[in-house]
Protein backbone atom coordinates (compact mmCIF):
# COMPACT_ATOMS: atom_id res chain seq x y z
CA UNK A 1 0.00 0.00 0.00
CA UNK A 2 0.91 3.57 -0.61
CA UNK A 3 2.49 5.86 2.52
CA UNK A 4 -0.19 8.53 0.90
CA UNK A 5 -2.56 8.15 -1.74
CA UNK A 6 -1.42 11.67 -3.65
CA UNK A 7 2.10 12.16 -2.31
CA UNK A 8 3.17 15.78 -2.08
CA UNK A 9 6.11 15.50 -4.14
CA UNK A 10 4.58 13.53 -7.00
CA UNK A 11 2.48 17.00 -7.38
CA UNK A 12 5.62 18.57 -7.17
CA UNK A 13 7.50 17.12 -9.99
CA UNK A 14 4.62 18.12 -12.11
CA UNK A 15 5.90 21.05 -12.87
CA UNK A 16 8.43 23.98 -11.62
CA UNK A 17 6.59 26.24 -10.12
CA UNK A 18 5.62 24.20 -7.03
CA UNK A 19 9.56 24.30 -5.98
CA UNK A 20 10.99 27.07 -3.13
CA UNK A 21 9.62 29.01 -1.23
CA UNK A 22 6.96 30.22 -3.05
CA UNK A 23 6.71 26.65 -4.66
CA UNK A 24 5.83 24.81 -1.31
CA UNK A 25 3.10 27.78 -0.31
CA UNK A 26 1.18 27.03 -3.63
CA UNK A 27 1.27 23.50 -2.85
CA UNK A 28 -0.43 23.92 -0.01
CA UNK A 29 -2.98 25.95 -1.13
CA UNK A 30 -3.10 23.28 -4.06
CA UNK A 31 -3.94 20.91 -1.59
CA UNK A 32 -6.28 22.65 0.39
CA UNK A 33 -8.65 24.13 -2.33
CA UNK A 34 -7.86 20.93 -4.51
CA UNK A 35 -9.21 18.59 -1.49
CA UNK A 36 -6.04 17.04 -1.29
CA UNK A 37 -5.63 16.43 2.26
CA UNK A 38 -8.80 15.64 2.87
CA UNK A 39 -8.92 12.35 0.17
CA UNK A 40 -5.33 11.05 1.31
CA UNK A 41 -6.86 11.13 5.26
CA UNK A 42 -10.01 8.99 3.86
CA UNK A 43 -6.98 6.39 2.00
CA UNK A 44 -5.00 6.51 5.41
CA UNK A 45 -8.01 5.63 7.75
CA UNK A 46 -9.49 2.15 5.69
CA UNK A 47 -5.85 1.53 3.76
CA UNK A 48 -5.54 -1.48 5.88
CA UNK A 49 -8.11 -3.54 3.73
CA UNK A 50 -7.87 -4.29 0.38
CA UNK A 51 -10.86 -4.70 -2.30
CA UNK A 52 -14.64 -4.66 -0.98
CA UNK A 53 -13.46 -4.88 2.42
CA UNK A 54 -11.59 -1.68 1.71
CA UNK A 55 -14.81 0.19 -0.28
CA UNK A 56 -17.51 -0.45 2.32
CA UNK A 57 -14.98 0.54 5.49
CA UNK A 58 -13.77 3.85 3.26
CA UNK A 59 -17.68 4.43 2.85
CA UNK A 60 -18.89 3.44 6.44
CA UNK A 61 -16.47 5.82 7.43
CA UNK A 62 -17.77 8.81 5.12
CA UNK A 63 -21.37 8.08 7.14
CA UNK A 64 -22.39 7.25 3.27
CA UNK A 65 -25.68 5.09 3.50
CA UNK A 66 -26.15 2.92 0.14
CA UNK A 67 -29.36 1.84 -0.55
CA UNK A 68 -29.74 -0.68 -3.74
CA UNK A 69 -33.30 -1.68 -5.36
CA UNK A 70 -34.04 -4.58 -7.22
CA UNK A 71 -30.80 -6.13 -6.10
CA UNK A 72 -32.19 -9.29 -6.30
CA UNK A 73 -31.36 -9.22 -10.32
CA UNK A 74 -27.79 -9.86 -10.11
CA UNK A 75 -28.74 -13.40 -8.32
CA UNK A 76 -29.47 -14.22 -11.87
CA UNK A 77 -25.83 -14.47 -12.43
CA UNK A 78 -23.86 -15.77 -10.03
CA UNK A 79 -21.32 -17.02 -12.49
CA UNK A 80 -20.92 -15.99 -16.50
CA UNK A 81 -19.96 -12.78 -17.64
CA UNK A 82 -22.44 -9.56 -18.07
CA UNK A 83 -21.38 -5.84 -18.12
CA UNK A 84 -23.50 -3.35 -15.96
CA UNK A 85 -23.96 0.02 -17.82
CA UNK A 86 -24.13 3.12 -15.25
CA UNK A 87 -24.97 7.44 -15.44
CA UNK A 88 -22.00 8.73 -13.92
CA UNK A 89 -23.93 11.54 -11.18
CA UNK A 90 -20.96 12.30 -8.63
CA UNK A 91 -17.47 11.26 -9.71
CA UNK A 92 -15.29 9.08 -8.25
CA UNK A 93 -18.14 7.90 -5.82
CA UNK A 94 -19.63 6.43 -8.21
CA UNK A 95 -17.05 4.02 -8.80
CA UNK A 96 -16.67 2.72 -5.48
CA UNK A 97 -20.19 2.87 -4.59
CA UNK A 98 -20.94 0.09 -7.55
CA UNK A 99 -18.35 -1.87 -6.62
CA UNK A 100 -19.81 -1.83 -3.09
CA UNK A 101 -22.66 -3.16 -4.73
CA UNK A 102 -22.20 -5.76 -7.15
CA UNK A 103 -19.38 -6.83 -5.70
CA UNK A 104 -20.77 -7.91 -3.04
CA UNK A 105 -22.73 -10.26 -5.02
CA UNK A 106 -19.79 -10.93 -7.53
CA UNK A 107 -16.24 -10.75 -6.06
CA UNK A 108 -14.70 -11.02 -9.07
CA UNK A 109 -16.45 -7.50 -10.72
CA UNK A 110 -13.99 -4.91 -12.28
CA UNK A 111 -14.98 -1.93 -13.30
CA UNK A 112 -13.23 0.40 -16.31
CA UNK A 113 -11.65 3.29 -14.94
CA UNK A 114 -9.66 6.01 -15.51
CA UNK A 115 -6.73 6.97 -14.15
CA UNK A 116 -7.07 9.38 -11.70
CA UNK A 117 -9.23 6.50 -9.47
CA UNK A 118 -6.98 3.96 -10.85
CA UNK A 119 -4.37 5.15 -8.44
CA UNK A 120 -6.03 3.49 -5.50
CA UNK A 121 -4.26 0.42 -5.24
CA UNK A 122 -6.21 -1.24 -2.13
CA UNK A 123 -8.73 -1.61 -5.02
CA UNK A 124 -6.61 -2.61 -7.67
CA UNK A 125 -8.38 -5.81 -7.50
CA UNK A 126 -11.48 -4.26 -8.84
CA UNK A 127 -9.97 -1.77 -11.56
CA UNK A 128 -9.39 -2.26 -15.04
CA UNK A 129 -7.52 1.62 -15.54
CA UNK A 130 -8.38 2.77 -19.35
CA UNK A 131 -8.17 6.03 -21.26
CA UNK A 132 -10.97 4.56 -23.97
CA UNK A 133 -12.30 8.17 -25.31
CA UNK A 134 -8.08 8.98 -25.80
CA UNK A 135 -8.14 10.30 -29.61
CA UNK A 136 -5.65 8.82 -30.63
CA UNK A 137 -2.62 12.21 -30.55
CA UNK A 138 -0.14 10.63 -28.21
CA UNK A 139 0.96 7.40 -28.87
CA UNK A 140 1.11 6.16 -24.91
CA UNK A 141 -2.64 7.26 -24.51
CA UNK A 142 -3.65 5.29 -27.63
CA UNK A 143 -1.59 1.85 -26.47
CA UNK A 144 -3.33 2.65 -22.97
CA UNK A 145 -6.90 2.24 -24.44
CA UNK A 146 -6.17 -0.33 -26.53
CA UNK A 147 -4.48 -2.26 -23.87
CA UNK A 148 -7.32 -1.38 -21.29
CA UNK A 149 -10.25 -2.55 -23.77
CA UNK A 150 -8.66 -6.00 -24.67
CA UNK A 151 -7.77 -6.19 -20.88
CA UNK A 152 -12.08 -5.28 -20.59
CA UNK A 153 -13.04 -7.86 -23.31
CA UNK A 154 -10.49 -11.01 -21.60
CA UNK A 155 -12.02 -10.43 -18.16
CA UNK A 156 -15.61 -10.68 -19.92
CA UNK A 157 -14.04 -14.15 -21.88
CA UNK A 158 -13.10 -15.82 -18.79
CA UNK A 159 -16.48 -15.26 -17.22
CA UNK A 160 -16.62 -12.11 -15.17
CA UNK A 161 -19.03 -9.28 -14.86
CA UNK A 162 -17.20 -5.91 -16.03
CA UNK A 163 -18.85 -2.22 -14.75
CA UNK A 164 -18.95 0.43 -17.28
CA UNK A 165 -19.51 4.50 -17.22
CA UNK A 166 -20.38 5.02 -20.78
CA UNK A 167 -20.47 8.40 -20.80
CA UNK A 168 -16.47 8.48 -20.10
CA UNK A 169 -16.68 12.17 -17.18
CA UNK A 170 -19.05 13.36 -14.79
CA UNK A 171 -22.61 14.06 -15.75
CA UNK A 172 -23.25 17.39 -17.52
CA UNK A 173 -25.39 20.16 -15.31
CA UNK A 174 -28.31 21.45 -17.13
CA UNK A 175 -30.59 24.05 -15.49
CA UNK A 176 -33.75 21.67 -13.94
CA UNK A 177 -31.66 18.30 -14.10
CA UNK A 178 -27.85 16.49 -14.32
CA UNK A 179 -27.83 14.03 -17.30
CA UNK A 180 -24.78 12.24 -18.82
CA UNK A 181 -23.81 12.98 -22.26
CA UNK A 182 -24.24 11.08 -25.04
CA UNK A 183 -22.96 7.96 -24.51
CA UNK A 184 -19.29 7.21 -26.16
CA UNK A 185 -19.18 5.35 -29.04
CA UNK A 186 -15.91 3.26 -28.05
CA UNK A 187 -17.88 1.87 -25.07
CA UNK A 188 -20.69 1.09 -26.88
CA UNK A 189 -18.54 -0.76 -29.35
CA UNK A 190 -17.08 -2.65 -26.46
CA UNK A 191 -20.58 -3.78 -25.67
CA UNK A 192 -21.58 -4.76 -29.07
CA UNK A 193 -18.50 -6.94 -29.45
CA UNK A 194 -18.52 -8.32 -25.84
CA UNK A 195 -21.84 -10.04 -26.55
CA UNK A 196 -23.14 -10.64 -23.12
CA UNK A 197 -26.32 -9.65 -21.18
CA UNK A 198 -26.34 -6.25 -19.64
CA UNK A 199 -27.35 -4.99 -16.64
CA UNK A 200 -29.08 -1.23 -16.67
CA UNK A 201 -27.76 0.47 -13.14
CA UNK A 202 -28.45 3.92 -12.43
CA UNK A 203 -27.02 5.79 -9.21
CA UNK A 204 -29.32 8.33 -7.98
CA UNK A 205 -27.53 11.08 -6.56
CA UNK A 206 -25.75 14.50 -6.97
CA UNK A 207 -22.87 16.81 -6.60
CA UNK A 208 -23.16 20.22 -4.00
CA UNK A 209 -24.82 23.60 -5.74
CA UNK A 210 -21.16 24.78 -5.87
CA UNK A 211 -19.85 21.99 -7.89
CA UNK A 212 -22.90 22.45 -10.15
CA UNK A 213 -22.79 26.24 -10.93
CA UNK A 214 -18.80 25.73 -11.38
CA UNK A 215 -20.04 23.61 -14.23
CA UNK A 216 -21.84 26.66 -15.86
CA UNK A 217 -18.65 28.58 -15.78
CA UNK A 218 -16.13 26.37 -16.96
CA UNK A 219 -15.62 22.43 -16.74
CA UNK A 220 -11.80 23.38 -15.72
CA UNK A 221 -13.06 24.79 -12.87
CA UNK A 222 -15.61 22.32 -11.79
CA UNK A 223 -12.90 19.35 -11.94
CA UNK A 224 -10.34 21.01 -9.62
CA UNK A 225 -13.46 20.73 -7.32
CA UNK A 226 -14.45 17.10 -7.76
CA UNK A 227 -12.52 15.86 -4.98
CA UNK A 228 -14.35 18.13 -2.85
CA UNK A 229 -17.47 15.95 -3.83
CA UNK A 230 -16.24 12.70 -2.72
CA UNK A 231 -15.77 14.19 0.79
CA UNK A 232 -18.76 16.00 1.08
CA UNK A 233 -21.30 13.03 1.15
CA UNK A 234 -21.51 12.32 5.09
CA UNK A 235 -24.65 11.63 6.21
CA UNK A 236 -26.43 11.24 2.78
CA UNK A 237 -28.54 8.09 1.49
CA UNK A 238 -27.31 7.15 -2.25
CA UNK A 239 -29.32 4.71 -4.03
CA UNK A 240 -28.67 2.05 -6.75
CA UNK A 241 -31.33 0.96 -8.54
CA UNK A 242 -30.74 -2.07 -10.81
CA UNK A 243 -32.88 -2.84 -14.09
CA UNK A 244 -33.87 -5.98 -16.12
CA UNK A 245 -31.20 -7.44 -17.96
CA UNK A 246 -30.73 -6.77 -21.53
CA UNK A 247 -30.07 -9.91 -23.46
CA UNK A 248 -27.78 -10.40 -26.52
CA UNK A 249 -30.66 -10.71 -28.36
CA UNK A 250 -32.34 -7.71 -27.88
CA UNK A 251 -28.74 -5.89 -28.07
CA UNK A 252 -28.66 -7.23 -31.83
CA UNK A 253 -32.06 -5.25 -32.78
CA UNK A 254 -29.59 -2.40 -32.47
CA UNK A 255 -27.04 -2.45 -35.60
CA UNK A 256 -26.05 1.46 -35.23
CA UNK A 257 -23.94 2.16 -32.59
CA UNK A 258 -25.48 5.58 -31.74
CA UNK A 259 -28.88 3.65 -31.45
CA UNK A 260 -27.96 1.43 -29.32
CA UNK A 261 -26.04 3.86 -27.01
CA UNK A 262 -29.16 5.75 -27.05
CA UNK A 263 -31.01 3.01 -25.79
CA UNK A 264 -28.84 2.05 -22.83
CA UNK A 265 -28.30 5.42 -22.11
CA UNK A 266 -32.41 5.71 -22.26
CA UNK A 267 -32.92 2.50 -19.83
CA UNK A 268 -30.35 3.51 -17.35
CA UNK A 269 -32.69 6.63 -16.83
CA UNK A 270 -35.94 4.90 -17.00
CA UNK A 271 -34.96 3.84 -13.47
CA UNK A 272 -34.99 7.42 -12.05
CA UNK A 273 -37.74 7.91 -9.72
CA UNK A 274 -39.46 11.01 -9.91
CA UNK A 275 -39.86 13.36 -7.35
Given at each position: MKD?????????????????????????????????????????????????????????????????????????FKEGPFITVSNHPIGHIDGIIAISAVAGKRRD?????????????????????V?????????????????????????????HP??????????????????DREWQPTVVRLIQKAKVPVIPMYIDGKNSWIYRTLGFISWKIRTVRLLHETTNKRGQTITVRFGKSISVEEQSKYKDVKELGEFLKSQTYALKKKK
Open positions: KLIPRDAVRNLHPIFRGCFGDALLNFVFKFGGLDKVNAIYDGSKQYTGLEFVNDMLDKLGIIRKFDNYEVLDQYKMMVNWMLNQIDTMEEHFIGNPYAKGNKMADLKSSVAGVKQCLEHLKNGLGLFPAGGVSTNHLTRTE
